[in-house]
């Protein structure tokens, strides 16, 4: 009977043996080590309650882990006792296959025999709900963390336990370490995810101005010649074949000849385009 029973999934308490396979699970669960840090320090106070921290094992090997603190809600002067259901954790190979599920239930079937009034937790509103979770605000709980309301939830243990309380959920003070170090690291996130949008502004910008410059047609300017190389070779060659014992008409005439294959908008040296057209182009 005792060897099926170690080969089925079961809950228990946890042993200081555990502790390092509980800190590998949240780490790989959450993918930090900010819970397992958690788990550690609430172990050293007196939110520490004894038998609320579950394992779930099977085959000797643990699962899954459960935190139950105690925490206070505060009326009036007077304080409550409650439990703060957190961190949850599985190996991620081992989810959705009920093991959260068994954590929790044995921990609120604890939670009543030994005289708790109510659990709060903060987590999924649909996923709690199926634990009979309601959102705290309507039973009127408040809680100074900065938490969504929908977010925020509560469950009587006993029937009424929190009728006629009116007051504020107060959690172990570690939760609000791990709450400011959740804030500081969404701050730094915002602030790199806006250095990326604005890197990446820059480089669309960038992109765009050089796209335009390699699409831009030249700027001629008006009456210059942009085949200087030819209009080059036109007068060298008009200098070379000049007779030494040329008349001076003869020269005349060559010059009107040079400064026409300069100026002429038809010319062939110019592309036959005419310059001004080019300019109203651009």
């Known amino acids: 009977m005792k060897e099926q029973w170690a080969k089925e999934l079961y809950v228990r308490g946890e042993k200081q043996a555990d502790h390092p396979d509980i800190f590998e699970i949240n780490r790989l669960a959450f993918g930090r080590e900010d819970e397992g840090i958690l788990i550690n320090d609430i172990r050293k106070t007196r939110s520490y309650e004894f038998g609320f921290s579950l394992v779930a094992v099977k085959e000797d090997k643990i699962l899954g882990h459960a935190l139950f603190s105690k925490g206070f809600i505060t009326h009036r002067g007077r304080r409550f ?11 991620p190979e081992h ?3 009920g093991i959260g599920k068994a954590l929790i239930n044995e921990g609120l079937e604890r939670a009543k025999e030994v005289g708790f009034g109510a659990v709060v937790v903060v987590g999924d509103p649909v996923y709690y709900s199926r634990f ?4 705290a605000v309507t039973m009127k709980l408040r809680t100074s963390m900065k938490i969504p309301d929908e977010n925020f939830m509560a469950k ?3 029937r009424n336990a929190l009728r006629g309380i009116i007051g504020t959920v107060m959690f172990p003070r570690e939760f609000l370490a791990l709450a400011e170090a959740d804030k500081k690291r969404e701050e730094e996130k915002a602030k790199l995810d806006e250095k990326a949008k604005l890197e990446e502004s820059v480089m669309l910008e960038a992109r765009d101005i050089a796209s335009n410059t390699l699409n831009k047609p030249g700027i001629v300017e008006p009456g210059k010649n942009t085949n200087t190389e030819e209009e080059s ?9 000049d007779p030494v014992n040329e008349s001076a008409d003869d020269n005349n005439v060559t010059s009107i000849n040079v400064e026409t294959n300069i100026s002429d908008p038809t010319d062939e040296v110019s ?9 109203t182009v651009m």
């Open 156 to 158: 009587e243990i006993s």
């Open 271 to 279: 592309g036959g385009e005419k310059p001004e057209e080019n300019n």
């Open 132 to 135: 009979g979770f309601k959102p």
């Open 233 to 241: 070779e036109t007068v060298v060659s008009k200098e070379d074949n």
């Open 95 to 97: 989810q959705r296959q």
């Open 81 to 91: 006792k409650c439990l703060v259901l957190g961190p949850i954790a599985v190996l």
